[in-house]
């Protein structure tokens, strides 16, 4: 009754349903993996087992909803697949040298899943109280849960880590054994109160706010020369995971899928074969196209827990950070471009400024050419419109998808990734602008073609970045006032955050601005 009061009568059918189905599933693998045993190594084989076919079963959980109920047949058809391998690699000479540190983010990552699933199990009614609707990631909380509980206890989780490859050599064993290892390891560190505690501490934190945010992070232990054309260029080699070229033979696409983990060469190609890359990490992502995906959040704080947590838990350096707001459907259509001051703005608050070896100052994404692109001509990747969709299977009515399972985001992408920063104050900064101004596209090549201002513009923006200039104060006024005006109307003409917090939110982005401006007058 409980829960029909706080979600209504179709959670509670779609619960029933999804839990009937997750237990099918459980009885596939038992009558599969080492059938008629009841040891507890019998049982951490399962549960490996189901680790590696964790996309499976999501992908079988979300068409089960809205629709009719899953076949024997086709779930067995599903869930009957050989297990992934990675002897082949033991022979490979250029394989060799990255064996164990691949070994290494494997048994985290089933660390990380098990505890993530063990706060799912315990706390299912908590955190469907805390997600504010059912179109958010329904497990970005208890991610944040888990990473921090990762995170916080490094030591134990090392420890972990050594003595499974210490006392596994991979000549001996396969992958099954390592994500067996990582679930059965799992149990011992998972702690209720400690679980308990997490979810209190980010309950008593959040801060919902009524615009769906989403994030990519790419991370890469050689920067922007992961990918082609740089690291032709720059020649410089990842030393630790090869440019993750092995990620889909220890199928960390799976075991990584509730981080929407997968590898960008920057190609556009969704192909799962061996690529050197960013390891590119999604939380809502559910598949590798992205058209299909979920919102992390509508909360700026949690989503800028999420990133930081993430950085944390990858022994990678960070690179850029992509942030995606849905647009609302009246802003569609009548998006606006960017006057030029506003992105300096932006660039100073996100660009990643940094001092070159010059001791100037400058803004690292651009000058880097790292949103530099030539695919139809020269254009600046700073923001981009796209579609998404978050919804598989029909209605009850009609059988097909309602009318709000497509939308549209504005990706930011200029930003720069790093350790310790707080981007929860840009978050609502690009929250602000999008409600109040409503960015367009900048720049594209069509653009920039089509429009001599906005040629002119590029070029004094590309002369800016290498060597910045101080920002107006007029110019800084205009673009708070901007920010300010649209959290004032998120919620239909009046704020859906606190004064208190969009005060706090306000003057941080103008104390960063007024910072931005006295370490260029420190340099002169």
């Known amino acids: 009754d409980s829960m029909e009061m706080h979600f209504g009568d179709r959670f509670h059918v779609n619960l029933i349903h999804e839990l009937w189905l997750r237990k099918r599933i459980e009885k596939f693998i038992k009558r599969h993996t080492r059938p008629g045993e009841r040891s507890v190594d019998a049982e951490s084989e399962r549960g490996a087992d189901r680790e590696l076919l964790a996309t499976t079963e999501r992908d079988l959980v979300m068409s089960h909803y809205h629709t009719d109920a899953v076949s024997d047949y086709y779930l067995e058809h599903e869930l009957d697949r050989p297990r992934p391998s990675i002897k082949h690699l033991y022979d490979d000479p250029e394989a060799k040298p990255f064996i164990k540190n691949y070994l290494d983010l494997t048994v985290r990552q089933v660390l990380l899943n098990q505890l993530e699933e063990q706060i799912q199990s315990r706390y299912r009614f908590e955190l469907e109280r805390i997600r504010s609707s059912e179109r958010y990631f329904n497990r970005s909380v208890s991610l944040l849960a888990a990473l921090h509980m990762i995170n916080s206890n490094r030591d134990t989780v090392n420890m972990v880590v050594d003595e499974c490859l210490q006392a596994m050599p991979y000549e001996k064993n396969d992958l099954i054994d390592y994500v067996k290892y990582g679930v059965r390891a799992s149990k011992s560190m998972f702690d209720t109160r400690v679980a308990g505690a997490q979810l209190t501490r980010i309950r008593s934190h959040l801060q919902p706010g009524l615009v769906p945010l989403g994030i990519e992070l790419e991370l890469s232990n050689v920067g922007a020369a992961a990918v082609e054309p740089q690291r032709s260029i720059q020649k410089v080699h990842d030393p630790i995971y090869d440019g993750f070229i092995y990620f889909y033979d220890f199928h960390l696409d799976v075991l990584s899928w509730k981080l929407g983990g997968y590898i960008d060469d920057h190609t556009g190609s969704t192909d799962q074969g061996q690529r050197r890359g960013f390891l590119e990490l999604a939380p809502g992502r559910l598949n590798i196209a992205g058209e299909l995906s979920r919102p992390a959040t509508g909360d700026p704080w949690l989503l800028n827990q999420l990133i930081n947590e993430i950085v944390n838990f990858f022994d990678v350096h960070p690179h850029s950070l992509h942030l995606s707001l849905q647009l609302r459907k009246n802003q569609l259509g009548r998006q606006r471009i960017l006057p030029l001051g506003f992105v300096k703005c932006l660039l100073a608050l996100g660009g990643g400024p940094e001092r070159r070896s010059t001791g100037r100052l400058w803004v690292s994404r651009m000058g880097y050419d790292e949103i530099k692109q030539y695919e139809y001509g020269e254009e600046l990747v700073f923001a981009r419109t796209s579609k998404r969709r978050w919804y598989l299977g029909g209605d009850d009515i009609a059988n097909k998808p309602p009318a709000q399972a497509t939308t549209h985001v504005q990706q930011y992408k200029f930003i720069r990734l790093e350790k310790k920063t707080n981007y929860e104050p840009l ?91 006295k370490q260029l007058r420190r340099l002169i």
């Open 427 to 517: 978050i609502m900064c690009l929250k602000g602008l999008q409600l109040s101004y409503n960015p367009a596209d900048y720049l594209t090549a069509e653009q920039l073609k089509n429009n001599p201002n906005l040629q002119e513009q590029y070029e004094h923006l590309k002369k800016w970045a290498a060597e910045p200039t101080e920002i107006s104060q007029q110019t800084i006024k205009r673009f708070v006032t901007t920010v300010h005006e649209g959290m004032m109307n998120e919620g239909h003409r009046r704020p859906a955050h606190t004064l208190h917090y969009i005060d706090w939110v306000l003057s941080e982005i103008e104390n960063r601005l007024r910072t931005f401006n």
